[in-house]
Each structure stands twice: as C-alpha cells, then as structure tokens.
T-cell receptor, first 115, second 113 residues
C-alpha cells in the first residue's frame, strides 16, 4: 500500500518559536495533501488542503498566517507552525491522495508540545 | 454539508466475538466510504473501503456493508483479537464537498482477552 511519512514524530519547543513538520509520500505522487489536527480522544479536524504548486485552502477558523503550508513537489508538503504557543500543542497528521484522488493515506503523525 | 455519525462511541467485546460499528451519513450524493484504524499515538490506517455501487465488501475478518437507501454503512470484525483494540473512524466522501473526507467521531474498541 501507499506509504506516507512525517518528520519529526515528536517535537518540543519554546513558546514563540516556529516549528516545521514535513510530510512525504514515499512510493506515489501525491497531487493533494491534507493537514489535520487531532486533540486527545477526538476525531480528525481538517486544517487545510494543499495541491502541488498552488496555495493551500484553509478550513474556516484556521489562521493561514499561523499555519503555513507549502506543497512544492508531488512528494512533499510542509506545515510550519509560526510563533507557537501552548494552545498549539496537539497531534498533527498529514494525509495524501494519489492520481485517482479517492483514498487518503495518512502519515504517522507529529506530536507537538509547546512549553 | 455532510454530517457523519458513528455508534457506539466505545465498544468492549470478548476475544473471539464479533464487533459491529455503524455510521450514518446525511448527503445522499456521498459515494465513497473508507474505514480507518488508529492505534494510540499513530496515524490512521485504511483497513477497508466501499464505493456506493457495491453493497458489501469483505477482506478476511473485516467486512463493510452499505445501505444507500438508509444512508448507513457498517464495519464488521469477526473473531476479534486483542490487536484489534484501537479507535476506528468511518468517513464519507462525495461530489458536494470536493476531495475532503468527513469523519465520524470514532469508536474505541477494546477486545478483552
């Protein structure tokens, strides 16, 4: 099956710093990638959708200047949490779809803790 | 927009018994329904999916059924094992909301040895 990786798997940072999370599709070309946020014992909350080479589409309530998304190639998307604060602490998960844009394949997630 | 409900929120079964999780959706145009399994601290993994032109699909111990008229689909796990313990999410996708999935709230399944 399709494999999606994320890096780092967990990160601890100080309040006010920026953190970059990478999402890679390892064995397929991901025309679309999605970024989700998940709080403990809750479902997946879609933050934004990104298509390769174009600007991301953000969901209502998600600050695009705070959560910068770049999808520069068919195998890589990055999420940068700028000026992170403790309330940004969460589990961030990316997913990717291939050419038929049907099934989403998820990465292993990145746990962010902002002190 | 689409709304996906999922029941039960928690489910405990004895090892070897069957488990059934049910989801309902609101948009009759939805045409693709995947099921994901998420273990603690990991990303969701696709375990089975079904398209709207099929009523049932089976893969070893896992099966999914779809009732388009009633707008519900169910996950069936037979001969449950402790390693089946996880959170299971259903999702729906359709032409009215582009490429996005709408996820159910999840079901925490515990298989007791």
């Amino acid at each position: 099956g399709a494999v999606v990786s994320q890096h780092p798997s967990r990160v601890i940072c100080k309040s006010g710093t920026s953190v970059k999370i990478e999402c890679r599709s390892l064995d397929f070309q991901a025309t679309t990638m999605f970024w989700y946020r998940q709080f403990p014992k809750q479902s997946l909350m879609l933050m934004a959708t990104s298509n390769e080479g174009s600007k991301a589409t953000y969901e209502q309530g998600v600050e695009k200047d705070k959560f910068l998304i770049n999808h520069a190639s068919l195998t890589l998307s990055t999420l940068t949490v700028t000026s992170a604060h403790p309330e940004d602490s969460s589990f961030y998960i990316c997913s990717a779809t291939d050419d038929n844009q049907e099934t989403q394949y998820f990465g292993p997630g990145t746990r962010l803790l902002v002190l | 927009g689409e709304n996906v409900e999922q029941h039960p929120s928690t489910l405990s079964v004895q090892e070897g018994d069957s488990a059934v999780i049910k989801c309902t959706y609101s948009d009759s145009a939805s045409n693709y329904f995947p099921w994901y399994k998420q273990e603690l601290g990991k990303g969701p993994q696709l375990i089975i999916d079904i398209r709207s032109n099929v009523g049932e699909k089976k893969d070893q111990r896992i099966a999914v059924t779809l009732n388009k008229t009633a707008k519900h689909f169910s996950l069936h796990i037979t001969e449950t094992q402790p390693e089946d313990s996880a959170v299971y999410f259903c999702a729906a996708r359709g032409p009215n909301y582009g490429q996005n999935f709408v996820f159910g709230p999840g079901t925490r399944l515990s298989v007791l040895p």
